[in-house]
Nanobody, 123 residues
Framework: QLQLVESGGGLVQPGGSLRLSCAAS????????IGWFRQAPGKEREGVSC????????SYADSVKGRFTISRDNAKNTVYLQMNSLKPEDTAVYYC????????????????WGQGTQVTVSS
């Protein structure tokens, strides 16, 4: 069974940091481009960041550039999203997703999705 599991969410104060993890089971992540998406209450799901299969291409939404960093560790079958300088507007459920292509994009046309992890930025 192919499964993606996110972890690392939680409550953090503005300006704080969190690192999200996306672990795969049932398949090898190195064969997939990976995206991180988020959805806040009452808003549409939006692309946050993505990384190509090789890790050589990374893309970020304008709203998180310079604050978030995506990376992958194929040996651990895991992709990470390091989030720094968090703002209240980053509050959302964060999802990782996988698609079996070389490159990546921030559109939601991915094949496999995790269940999401809640990130809340509040003082």
């Amino acid at each position: 069974q192919l499964q993606l599991v996110e972890s690392g969410g939680g409550l953090v104060q503005p300006g704080g940091s969190l690192r999200l993890s996306c672990a795969a089971s049932g398949f090898t992540l190195e064969n997939y481009a990976i995206g991180w998406f988020r959805q806040a209450p009452g808003k549409e799901r939006e692309g946050v960041s993505c990384i190509s299969r090789s890790g050589g291409m990374k893309s970020y939404a304008d709203s998180v550039k310079g604050r978030f960093t995506i990376s992958r560790d194929n040996a651990k079958n895991t992709v990470y999203l390091q989030m720094n300088s968090l703002k209240p507007e980053d509050t959302a459920v964060y999802y990782c997703a996988a698609v079996r292509v070389l490159m990546c994009n921030l559109r939601p046309g991915y094949d496999y999705w995790g269940q999401g992890t809640q990130v809340t930025v509040s003082s």
